[in-house]
């Protein structure tokens, strides 16, 4: 009964262990109150502009651009990317989409969300989003998975008349991630995140050449490539309730304890 009680104990501890690395894998509603985004849009993927999870990026611009924003995404978060075009009174029907790529440049797949979508006549807005599959800290190098590092945005319209051409148009674009948490952990990690020219970066901080990163932010608790999760949490309770639950089948199996040794004649 000693083994068992030491066994429930460290169940216990890693119960409560686990409570506080749940409760980490919550969205924070801080930083969905962060609304000072950028006020501008990039027009290549050089020139993409830079925007943090959470924020609400701007942008006026005119019918026929192509809008580029960048943002960074993590091991273990699954990003959404939201795009909203306020039209001009009057216009045809336009086709607008919203595209995703990674860090090489890899066109990514929407799991969910109205990538493209058609206003027509008379339409003051369309709204367009895609949700991404869920960021990998490794993958192979065949795969086309989502790995960390900088994701870039880009908005356009496919299909205009000639007389919609070059009309004003406001862009917002919002990025927000869920921590899908161990489950989506795997056995590897990246040894640099996908970000443009943080091969060139040299060791010393202070070196301005560091400049030479095309893209600067990164999460806000730094790049982790999946090196902790909760799965360690829970395969530890699985394993103690694994070696509680052989202490009592064992318990039960044994049968009853052997009879004491009576002398003859007693």
Same mark, same amino acid.
């Given at each position: 009964?000693?083994?068992?009680?030491?066994?429930?104990?460290?169940?216990?501890?890693?119960?409560?262990?686990?409570?506080?690395?749940?409760?980490?894998? &919550?969205?924070?509603?801080?930083?969905? /109150?962060?609304?000072?985004?950028?006020?501008?849009?990039?027009?290549?993927?050089?020139?993409?502009?830079?925007?943090?999870?959470?924020?609400?990026?701007?942008?006026?611009?005119?019918?026929?651009?192509?809008?580029?924003?960048?943002?960074?995404?993590?091991?273990?978060?699954?990003?959404?990317?939201?795009?909203?075009?306020?039209?001009?009174?009057?216009?045809?029907?336009?086709?607008?989409?919203?595209?995703?790529?990674?860090?090489?440049?890899?066109?990514?797949?929407?799991?969910? /969300?109205?990538?493209?979508?058609?206003?027509?006549?008379?339409?003051? &807005?369309?709204?367009?989003?895609?949700?991404?599959?869920?960021?990998?800290?490794?993958?192979?190098?065949?795969?086309?998975?989502?790995?960390?590092?900088?994701?870039?945005?880009?908005?356009?319209?496919?299909?205009?008349?000639?007389? @919609?051409?070059?009309?004003?148009?406001?862009?917002?674009?919002?990025?927000?991630?869920? @921590?899908?948490? /161990?489950?989506?952990?795997?056995?590897?990690?990246?040894?640099?995140?996908?970000?443009?020219? %943080?091969?060139?970066?040299?060791? @010393? $901080?202070?070196?301005?050449?560091?400049?030479?990163?095309?893209?600067?932010?990164?999460? $806000?608790?730094?790049?982790? &490539?999946?090196?902790? &999760?909760?799965?360690?949490?829970?395969?530890? %309770?699985?394993?103690?309730?694994?070696?509680?639950?052989?202490?009592?089948?064992?318990?039960?199996?044994?049968?009853?304890?052997?009879?004491?040794?009576?002398?003859? /004649?007693?």
């Amino acid at each position: 009964m000693r083994a068992v009680r030491v066994l429930s104990a460290a169940l216990l501890t890693l119960g409560l262990a686990a409570v506080p690395a749940a409760a980490d894998s &919550s969205p924070s509603p801080e930083a969905s /109150g962060d609304s000072g985004g950028p006020t501008r849009a990039g027009t290549s993927f050089r020139t993409a502009t830079e925007v943090e999870q959470g924020q609400t990026a701007t942008a006026r611009a005119s019918t026929g651009d192509y809008l580029y924003w960048s943002f960074p995404a993590d091991a273990g978060q699954r990003p959404t990317v939201r795009a909203t075009v306020k039209l001009p009174e009057s216009h045809a029907a336009e086709t607008w989409q919203v595209d995703v790529y990674d860090g090489l440049r890899r066109r990514q797949a929407c799991q969910y /969300g109205a990538q493209t979508r058609t206003a027509g006549p008379g339409t003051t &807005s369309v709204e367009l989003a895609c949700v991404l599959r869920t960021v990998r800290a490794w993958s192979e190098p065949w795969a086309n998975d989502p790995l960390p590092g900088t994701y870039y945005v880009r908005l356009t319209a496919l299909k205009l008349s000639a007389d @919609d051409l070059g009309q004003p148009v406001d862009a917002e674009l919002r990025v927000e991630s869920k @921590d899908m948490g /161990g489950a989506a952990a795997v056995d590897g990690s990246l040894s640099e995140p996908l970000v443009p020219g %943080i091969a060139s970066r040299p060791e @010393d $901080e202070s070196d301005d050449s560091s400049s030479a990163v095309l893209a600067g932010l990164e999460p $806000e608790d730094g790049w982790t &490539s999946g090196w902790w &999760s909760d799965r360690w949490v829970w395969t530890a %309770i699985g394993g103690a309730l694994a070696a509680l639950a052989g202490v009592f089948g064992y318990r039960l199996t044994r049968g009853p304890g052997r009879p004491r040794h009576v002398p003859p /004649g007693a």
